[in-house]
């Protein structure tokens, strides 16, 4: 496509684009609440569980990837120093990966151990 007509259709269809998912969410989120309506339900009764824990959950999320950032350059700088590689993405990513989802899990066992301690 030519950079010319590329230039004027970005502002078109950028503005177009925004509005029709906008409108997409609220026709849908207005829909779903007339069916609930229809069903003999109470929309505003629906709302999800809040997480109160979201602090935890975000401290060990971040705690996991620094430490497998951390893992990670250790890994880098001295077990595959030899390489012919300057970087390795990949064991970065893994490793950001792999403890960030463990400190995910850990706050999932944490939020389950509490949930037990309220429901006694």
């Given at each position: 496509?030519?950079?010319?007509?590329?230039?004027?259709?970005?502002?078109?269809?950028?503005?177009?684009?925004?509005?029709?998912?906008?409108?997409?969410?609220?026709?849908?989120?207005n829909r779903?609440?007339?069916?609930m309506i229809?069903?003999?339900?109470?929309?505003?009764?629906?709302?999800?569980?809040?997480?109160?824990?979201?602090?935890?959950?975000?401290?060990?999320?971040?705690?996991?990837?620094?430490?497998?950032?951390?893992?990670?350059?250790?890994?880098?700088?001295?077990?595959?120093?030899?390489?012919?590689?300057?970087?390795?993405?990949?064991?970065?990513?893994?490793?950001?990966?792999?403890?960030?989802?463990?400190?995910?899990?850990?706050?999932?066992?944490?939020?389950?151990?509490?949930?037990?301690?309220?429901?006694?």
């Amino acid at each position: 496509m030519d950079e010319h007509v590329l230039g004027v259709l970005v502002p078109i269809l950028v503005p177009m684009a925004m509005f029709a998912m906008v409108f997409g969410i609220v026709y849908l989120g207005n829909r779903e609440r007339m069916a609930m309506i229809e069903r003999g339900m109470d929309p505003r009764s629906s709302k999800k569980p809040i997480n109160r824990n979201y602090v935890l959950t975000w401290g060990l999320l971040l705690i996991g990837a620094g430490v497998g950032l951390f893992l990670a350059y250790l890994l880098d700088h001295t077990a595959f120093a030899g390489m012919n590689n300057d970087d390795n993405p990949a064991v970065y990513f893994a490793l950001i990966a792999v403890f960030g989802g463990s400190g995910l899990f850990v706050s999932y066992l944490i939020e389950k151990k509490d949930a037990k301690k309220l429901e006694e």
